[in-house]
Nanobody, 126 residues
Framework: QVQVAESGGGLVQAGGSLRLSCVASGRSFSSLVVGWFRQAPGQEREVLAAIDLRGGRTYVADSVKGRFTISRDNAKNTVYLQMNSLKSADTAVYSC???????????????????WGQGTQVTVSS
């Protein structure tokens, strides 16, 4: 079993920044693949970024590349999503998920991930 919990969401003005945190526990942190997703009301889930904690491989979706970055702190069992130059279109519930199945091409459905957090709301005001 893996427990996953996000934090760091909130209300921010357009152009501002937020850093989301995802703490994964219950299994060797470095054996996981962790991904960040978001879903806005009435829209499909969207994969944003992923990191393979076994080797450091990362992925960032084209839609947020240049504004969002993914990183990790092994000592804190935490994966971060740094979000800069936020726009109103970034308003959504952001979730992280952990996979115990190794790396797979990221996709919006996130079927490769077996453990999900509850999500954290990010609201960007214009």
């Amino acid at each position: 079993q893996v427990q996953v919990a996000e934090s760091g969401g909130g209300l921010v003005q357009a152009g501002g920044s937020l850093r989301l945190s995802c703490v994964a526990s219950g299994r060797s942190f470095s054996s996981l693949v962790v991904g960040w997703f978001r879903q806005a009301p009435g829209q499909e889930r969207e994969v944003l970024a992923a990191i393979d904690l076994r080797g450091g491989r990362t992925y960032v979706a084209d839609s947020v590349k240049g504004r969002f970055t993914i990183s990790r702190d092994n000592a804190k069992n935490t994966v971060y999503l740094q979000m800069n130059s936020l726009k109103s279109a970034d308003t959504a519930v952001y979730s992280c998920a952990a996979s115990t199945w190794g790396w797979a091409p990221p996709d919006n459905m996130g079927g490769h991930y077996d453990y999900w957090g509850q999500g954290t709301q990010v609201t960007v005001s214009s």
